[in-house]
């Protein structure tokens, strides 16, 4: 009977599931890499509802899904409104600094901004934005470093204009409103913007490695060397150093931000005693994730691999080893 990689229960194959290694919400790629008989259904139950769905919905990397055609939203698809991300105007024009999120266009088509309801308040220096729920009464507005004895002007985002005026008169607003500037879909807009990377994102991308380990070197990768990834991973146990780590400098020599592939980018390599893993999703972040730090008693030198998944072509390609230039990881040629 197979053992879980993660809770390392032993159980009857009818009680595992196919795992992918790069959750498939990032695409059905060909020859795709899955784990079978590796990872328990509960496991596989709780990462599905858990991290691969907040890494796949809540962050900058899960927009960009979108981008690549194979997904098109649904009528409840959201981003933005989560702590891990979101997003403001960035123009320096009239709805500067206003919050605003993705969610489907009006056929479904494709993702378009959408503002959240809100006031834009301003005593003629700088203008804050406040939701239409928080928006204070006008005489709590000091609290807020306003000065009452200047002009007090509010522009609301994303409110009918009938229901601005109602609202801003029972809150002691003078209603003559300034004219309310329209965002159009589809129109090109600078967008700040704001992305945190909490606990539950690096355990979604500290799982994608250790899943890369396991589907290349299966045996290393039930060491228990890695048992504090392991546990990590799988009960958000924190047993040393947070594991995972932005990391600096491009992955693929010749890949910028700017010129970066459509695509996904998960390698693991020795490091002396340690295991390290590099994850890239469509080139945003580059997370280095330490997979086991030390223990070998023999360093497990034959460690180091790496593919890149790319989301146009679907098509995954193995990348070449060239640890002499310093760089152990080469786009094929
Ligand atoms: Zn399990």
Request: net charge neutral; glycine share 10%; with cysteine.
């Amino acid at each position: 009977m197979p053992t879980c990689l993660y809770c390392r229960a032993t159980k009857d194959s009818t009680l595992f599931n196919r795992e992918h290694v790069v959750p498939e919400s990032f695409g059905r790629f060909r020859g795709n890499f899955v784990l079978k008989n590796v990872i328990c259904r509960d496991c596989n139950d709780y990462f599905g509802r858990t991290l691969d769905l907040k890494l796949a919905r809540e962050t900058v990397e899960g927009l960009d899904r979108y981008k690549i055609g194979a997904k098109s939203p649904a009528q409840g698809t959201r981003f933005g409104l989560s702590d891990t991300l979101t997003a403001r105007i960035s123009d320096g024009g009239f709805h500067h600094g206003a919050r605003v999120f993705w969610g489907p266009s009006s056929d479904q088509s494709r993702l378009v901004l959408l503002p959240f309801p809100q006031y834009g308040v301003s005593d003629g220096r700088e203008t804050t934005w406040f939701t239409a729920d928080a928006l204070p009464r006008r005489e709590g507005l000091s609290r807020h470093g306003f000065d009452l004895e200047r002009e007090i002007t509010v522009k609301p985002f994303g409110i009918d204009e009938d229901a601005a005026r109602a609202q801003l008169g029972s809150l002691g607003y003078n209603t003559s409103l300034e004219r309310v500037g329209e965002t159009t879909e589809g129109s090109e807009i600078n967008i700040r913007l704001n992305g945190s990377i909490d606990r539950t994102l690096r355990r979604a991308v500290a799982k994608i490695a250790y899943n890369y380990l396991a589907f290349q070197y299966q045996r290393i990768a039930t060491m228990e060397q890695f048992t504090v990834l392991r546990r990590y991973v799988r009960y958000d146990e924190f047993l040393g150093p947070e594991p995972v780590t932005l990391s600096n400098g491009p992955l693929i020599a010749g890949t910028t931000p700017e010129k970066a592939p459509m695509a996904h980018v998960v390698a693991v390599e020795n490091n002396g005693d340690q295991i390290l893993g590099h994850v890239t999703l469509f080139f945003h972040f580059r997370y280095l994730v330490v997979l086991a730090d030390g223990g070998f008693l023999i360093k497990p030198t034959m460690v180091n691999q790496g593919h890149i998944f790319n989301a146009d072509t679907l098509e995954i390609y193995q990348l070449t080893s060239d640890a002499r230039r310093g760089r152990p990881l080469t786009p094929p040629d």
